[in-house]
């Protein structure tokens, strides 16, 4: 219990408590009480130990949790990045990481966005590797999906995709080459396929490291992208919300538009608008860069 006296003006009704330095707490243990003064107690969670406490021990939980903690900068992510971490990457558990925690990397925030998302997923070679997913908080740069509104191809047939020089494929570059050997490379179902109704109709299997999201990962459902009237198709490996976008509604938002890699029609893919609305333009719209990726650890 705390030691309490008139001048620490308690007022439940206003739903606020004043207390000062002197005011100690005391903690029961194996060892007896132990004085703790409110200023270290609050110091402590200050200095977020509750958060790598409760990490220890409840694994998986911490998924359920935003936290938002700066966890190093450097000019690569093993610059960056500290061997725990690496190792609690690497093993699974995850201690000491929480959704919304972030490196700066060569310049770029990456954001913790979810843990084993891809785990098991993929076709022949499924991906059985733990690890973190990252998404860049600012744009890698603007760029439109083709030369001209159209879907032909979907998100594999997009210049977006096959262009060497896009603003994705820069971006892969910079990733690659910042992350190394911490990059992993996965299986992904992507649609190359646009049928006569303007909706992405067949997909085939790819060995994927950084892509555009889809609507899914992002609002948790599909908004613009529709299926095919034939077969119903919007297979994606990509199926669940991000726990980033569903703890932290507002890191959807950034207040900049950027590209979502779903077919809305025959010249139209899914965006995500400067305004916050789930949107889509023409595929030669200029519009943001953001993807989403996996890094293991060692």
Known sequence: MAELTESHAIDLNKGKIFLDDSVVIYLNGENGSQKISVKEFFQTLADKSL??????YIGYGMSGIYRGA???????????S??????????GTFKGLFIGDYWTVNGVVYRIADF????RSGDYDFFNTNHIVLVNDDNFGIGSMNDASITTGAYLGSKMYIDPSSVLNTAKIKIATDFGSFLATHRLYLPNTVDDTGAQSVG????STAELMNEPMVYGCFHHAKPTSNTGHLHTCDKAQLALFRLNPSMVNLRYGYWLRDVASFYEFATVYLAGTASCSGASYL???RVAFPVKGE
């Open 82 to 91: 500290t061997a725990e971490q690496r190792a609690s990457i690497a093993n």
């Open 70 to 80: 700066n966890l190093g900068s450097g000019d690569t992510f093993l610059d960056a």
């Open 287 to 289: 519009s943001g860069v």
């Open 204 to 207: 085939t299997w790819v060995d």
């Open 116 to 119: 084993n998302y891809w785990m």
């Open 51 to 56: 958060f790598n406490y409760v990490s220890t």
